[in-house]
T-cell receptor, first 114, second 113 residues
């Protein structure tokens, strides 16, 4: 019963390097989200997706790109990492429809850019 | 856009009751969620409100007033393990089918003996 799995859990990057964070969910959820969490800032939405092949910008999209080629996967890319992108990244997914469609979170990726 | 406000910190005594408030402004409203997050862990779901009124779930209750853009989370019989950050989140927005999920900055609750 995996739920939402994020890969990797930890990563250290040098300024200017690129990387991709992978989020995979096995609950057949329509909606997927990428957040970053910094001390005192709460969870800030980077990008989200309301279905396979769709993406939308959140509050802090600059410096990030995303893709949702398969329903179960949502990838977050950093093309040229900057120290300001040092953060904990959380992926979440939720089902569509009415009712208490709560989001389920992955365990987070701790990224440090030096 | 969506704007969510909640107090930064609160302190309460073990066994007591605490109320954490959340006010929000949003274009399009499709529900309000409360999450709990312990240090170093992922957020976990606590409660959901989409209609006005009180939802009760064991020691936790959540209230919503859509006309006032206001919600609160009530925690009863506080335990030390309730020390955590409590996050208010609103689902809504005018794009993405109203499924944009935005979080407040969280309220850090400290439970003392």
């Amino acid at each position: 019963n995996a739920g939402v799995t994020q890969t990797p859990k930890f990563r250290v990057l040098k300024t200017g390097q690129s990387m991709t964070l992978l989020c995979a969910q096995d609950m057949n959820h329509e909606y997927m989200y990428w957040y970053r969490q910094d001390p005192g800032m709460g969870l800030r939405l980077i990008h989200y997706s309301v279905g396979e092949g769709t993406t939308a910008k959140g509050e802090v999209p600059d410096g990030y790109n995303v893709s949702r080629l398969k329903k179960q996967n949502f990838l977050l890319g950093l093309e040229s990492a900057a120290p300001s992108q040092t953060s904990v990244y959380f992926c979440a997914s939720s089902s569509g429809g009415q009712g208490a469609t709560e989001a389920f979170f992955g365990q987070g990726t701790r990224l440090t850019v030096v | 856009g969506q704007n969510i406000d909640q107090p930064t910190e609160m302190t309460a005594t073990e066994g007591a009751i605490v109320q954490i408030n959340c006010t929000y402004q949003t274009s399009g409203f499709n529900g309000l969620f409360w999450y709990q997050q312990h240090a170093g862990e992922a957020p976990t779901f606590l409660s959901y409100n989409v209609l006005d009124g009180l939802e009760e779930k064991g020691r936790f209750s959540s209230f919503l007033s859509r006309s006032k853009g206001y919600s609160y989370l009530l925690l009863k019989e506080l335990q030390m393990k309730d020390s955590a950050s409590y996050l208010c989140a609103v689902k809504g927005g005018l794009t993405g089918g109203g499924n944009k999920l935005t979080f407040g900055t969280g309220t850090q609750l400290k439970v003392e003996l």
